[in-house]
């Protein structure tokens, strides 16, 4: 399988650690998001929204796209180890946690985002990085509220094994911390789960910032 990523893409970043916890290697490209190279007529052509990560599979077809869908169809095509739990409710817990990071949160901080804050509203950079840094944490927030009251939270976000919830609290913190310098202190449970993540080599291995390149933006 081919992956179209970026070293500082948290979207890229959870379909990483999705391949890396399933046991499975890709060949990976680089897109240069900081030279705009997503919106050049090659990439188009493998993912026409013009974002990473695009997955090509060995098969053939055209690639997949969205890291939540990418991270569904490893869960389905190689279900061990399991991202998702058996019972449709931990299931919905699981996939409401990963989406209120990946949905809710994520989507903000995008370089298309980023990109029109400064050249259509002119906001200076100050505004800007108080955006980003108030909805990456805004999300952990309501991450938190539901990990540090509830029974199914474990080890991890949701028992005592990763599931796509932790995949995407990771990515969430990464951005929090190593991107937009967060203060981290209103959200104790989500950085347990997320020191208790880079414990694993299929998370702390992909890291963005560990990553050929990577700089913080
Ligand atoms: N919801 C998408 C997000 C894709 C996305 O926005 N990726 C970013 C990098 S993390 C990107 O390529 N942005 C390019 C741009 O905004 O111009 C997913 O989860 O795959």
């Known amino acids: 399988m081919k992956l179209y990523g970026f070293w500082r893409s948290l979207a890229t970043y959870r379909v990483k650690v999705a391949l890396a916890l399933k046991g499975t290697t890709v060949d990976e490209v680089s897109i240069d998001l900081l030279k705009g190279k997503q919106h050049e007529a090659d990439y188009k052509a493998v993912n026409p929204q013009a974002v990473v990560p ?3 599979l060995d098969e ?17 095509t190689k279900p061990q180890p399991p991202l998702l739990p058996k019972d449709p409710r931990g299931r919905a817990r699981v996939r409401g946690l990963a989406l209120i990071a990946a949905a809710d949160g994520h989507p903000l901080v995008v370089p298309r985002i980023r990109n029109y804050m400064e050249k259509e509203l002119k906001l200076d950079e100050p ?8 909805w990456t944490l805004e999300a952990l927030k309501a991450m938190e509220a539901h990990l540090k009251n509830e029974k199914e939270t474990g080890k991890f976000c949701h028992g005592n094994s990763p599931t796509m919830a932790d995949i995407c609290l990771a990515g969430q913190v990464v951005g929090a911390v190593g991107y937009f310098k967060c203060d981290v202190s209103s959200v104790p449970t989500s950085m ?14 992909p890291h963005p910032l560990k990553q050929p390149g990577a700089q913080v933006h």
């Open 54 to 56: 695009a997955l090509v």
């Open 60 to 76: 053939g077809g055209p690639p997949l796209f969205q890291s939540i869908a990418i991270m569904e169809y490893l869960e389905e």
């Open 127 to 134: 505004s800007r990085n108080r955006w980003l840094a108030h």
């Open 192 to 205: 347990r789960i997320y020191e208790e993540c880079m414990k694993l080599d299929a998370f702390s291995k």
